[in-house]
């Protein structure tokens, strides 16, 4: 008791600037002061303390703090409107200007004081403690050193972050922070008012490349060389410092603004100057050396991960002027893993994001030869006896991206021969000849007769290839076949086929490609096949309609509810819903009343199936919206309402 009377005592002071400043009532200072003393007898428990109990205290002080500012800021435009009003009224007189001249004075003096400060400062106090108490729970450091970033308190940054790597040195992520803190610095301004706009140059305070690296290398002895992050954000760092110095150089030597944009200059230089111009300053490559370092020692470390080289790609093409180090790192990767998969991949991934950057800068002339470059490497890759689906669809992709569908026809027809179960390679070579006959040329297999003899060659058990297959098959019969007996029949045993097959399946809507073909892709799922077949029997066969539904809603375990379809499934299934519903209403009988009802009684039935499939996903609102309408649409059916 008496430690939290003693805490309570030194807000006297603070608490009361804050009344005598308007910024809080009597009656508010009073609810802040009960409002402490409850939260620090809490605290003071001797046993049965919890983390929350301070974080909660936190809390509600920087809500008190947020309240502050807003009243301040209320109390200055209220004195700023009324000092306007005064030079307004009593311009003319210098006795009165005097008296307002020190009245303005007084209030300029009483704009600031001890309360401002204190509330930032006593949840510094509170997080102290909370540190202490809890041996320094990583999330708790997290937070305080949020807090200290959002209320500008810098001067306890590098406190906070030395005193959590002291008691977390394997966290990562903490000394990614604290090299990033250290190297960026911050911004000098003033809390209260902020950045000033159009005032003074804001300066960037305690911006050090050499604490930062320091506490990268520290990081990197500490939690072992293996650390992929870590490297790749030391990496990192160094391109920013070359960034920087970039910018320095851009303003020494071309002179710019004070705006930061460069100065006119009236003298007419040549072409090639003007162009490096405008890719601004050229750096020495030695600046580059330290980066090259940092990578060399990384793969050093971690000698067998393809995939952790090709980050390091990904992080200089964040930064101009870096395609000398980037090249440096495909050269270890042609070295290191020239002979595999993934190498030739990387390689060819790499050669035709280049060809698509120099293409858009220079035009078809520089375009033509990097395709040829590109061309040379699949055809490399080919005489070396190295094939994937992977390598074998980009490679497709590209000759289609240069305009050479024919060939990217036979590479497809060639790797789909030698593994004839792969459903990936079977649907892009039935993509490409479906697009050759729409272009007019003659492929020599139709995309119907691919889709066929991929279904008989991928077994049944392969389910989630299979569905992708047939339901890809349907779709092509639909569109491109004239309506015909043989072509319902066909649809029909296919539609059968894909309900057996779907039983068990975690085939659903989620995309096994996530490239440019997703849309198309969506089209691959059991709801939107289903969707379609009934669609197409309405306009061609309206005999088949009610057998299709009842199949899939019915008889089948697929249109029983829809715990775990995704979104887009689950909106197929309401449309698929909605189109039966609609099929029904059109074709009411109009006969005997014994029809009537049997009819009527189809139709509740349809109501009450989507009722119990949506009502699994009635935890979005959405969802539960619609199980709401298709209710009431069932009690206005059954009694006529």
């Not at 792969?422 to 040329?441: C, F, H, I, K």
Request: net charge neutral; charged share 30%; proline share 3%.
């Amino acid at each position: 008791m008496e430690q939290v009377q003693s805490i309570l005592e030194r807000m006297v002071a603070p608490l009361k600037d804050l009344r005598d400043r308007g910024i809080f009532t009597q009656e508010e200072i009073h609810s802040i002061v009960q409002r402490r003393r409850a939260s620090e007898m809490t605290l003071q428990r001797r046993s049965g303390v919890r983390k929350s109990d301070y974080l909660r205290y936190i809390e509600e002080e920087v809500l008190l703090e947020r309240l502050r500012k807003l009243r301040k800021q209320k109390v200055l435009n209220e004195m700023r409107n009324k000092k306007k009003e005064a030079e307004e009224n009593d311009q003319d007189d210098d006795e009165d200007d005097d008296e307002q001249h020190g009245r303005r004075k007084k209030h300029a003096y009483q704009t600031s004081g001890p309360g401002d400060a204190h509330i930032v400062s006593h949840i510094h106090f509170i997080y102290q403690r909370t540190l202490k108490k809890f041996k320094y729970p990583i999330d708790v450091v997290l937070n305080y050193a949020q807090f200290a970033r959002d209320f500008k308190s810098f001067h306890m940054m590098s406190r906070i972050y030395a005193e959590g790597l002291q008691h977390h040195p394997r966290e990562e992520g903490l000394w990614i922070e604290a090299a990033s803190f250290e190297f960026f610095g911050y911004v000098a301004q003033d809390y209260e008012n902020g950045p000033q706009i159009g005032g003074e140059t804001a300066t960037v305070v305690g911006s050090s490349i050499q604490n930062a690296r320091v506490l990268m290398q520290r990081g990197l002895r500490i939690n072992g060389k293996n650390s992929q992050e870590l490297w790749l954000q030391y990496f990192a760092l160094e391109l920013h410092y070359v960034q920087k110095l970039r910018g320095r150089r851009e303003i020494l030597e071309l002179g710019l603004n004070k705006d930061g944009l460069p100065l006119e200059d009236d003298s007419e230089g040549s072409d090639e100057e003007n162009d490096q111009g405008k890719r601004g300053v050229q750096l020495p490559s030695t600046l580059l050396l330290p980066s090259q370092i940092i990578f060399k020692n990384a793969i050093k470390a971690i000698p067998d991960n393809i995939q952790f080289r090709l980050r390091f790609v990904e992080t200089c093409r964040m930064f101009p002027q870096t395609e000398q180090l980037e090249q440096y790192v495909m050269d270890s990767v042609t070295e290191d893993f020239g002979e595999s998969v993934e190498g030739w991949v990387a390689r060819i991934s790499y050669a035709d994001e280049g060809c698509k950057k120099h293409a858009s800068k220079k035009g078809k002339g520089t375009a033509d030869r990097h395709a040829e470059i590109l061309d040379g490497i699949y055809l490399s890759a080919n005489e070396n006896k190295v094939s994937s689906t992977a390598l074998t669809l980009d490679n497709a992709d590209f000759l289609l991206s240069i305009g050479l569908p024919a060939k990217a026809e036979q590479v497809l027809a060639a790797a789909a021969r030698v593994d004839n179960e792969d459903a990936n390679l079977q649907l892009r070579w039935s993509q490409v000849s479906q697009r050759m006959e729409a272009a007019g040329m003659k492929p020599p297999s139709s995309s119907v007769s691919i889709l066929r003899r991929a279904l008989r060659n991928i077994p049944m058990h392969n389910r989630s290839s299979y569905l992708m297959v047939l339901i890809e098959l349907m779709n092509q019969i639909m569109i491109m076949g004239p309506p015909s007996k043989a072509v319902d029949e066909e649809l029909k045993a296919l539609f059968q086929k894909m309900l057996l097959v779907a039983q068990g399946s975690d085939f659903s809507a989620r995309s096994e490609r996530k490239n440019e073909e997703e849309a198309d892709n969506e089209k691959l799922t059991l709801a939107a096949a289903c969707l379609s077949y009934f669609r197409y029997s309405v306009l061609n066969n309206t005999s088949a309609c009610r057998s299709i539904y009842t199949s899939l809603l019915y008889h089948s375990n697929y249109g029983k509810n829809c715990s775990g379809m995704s979104a887009g499934e689950i909106q197929s299934m309401r449309l698929f819903y909605d189109a039966c519903i609609q099929f029904e209403m059109t074709n009411k009988p109009n006969t005997s009343k014994e029809k009537k009802n049997s009819h009527k009684r189809q139709i509740c039935k349809l109501y009450e199936s989507a009722v119990s499939f949506f009502s699994g996903a009635q935890s979005d609102s959405r969802w539960r919206k619609v199980v709401d309408g298709y209710r009431k649409q069932l009690h206005r059916e059954k009694y006529g309402l």
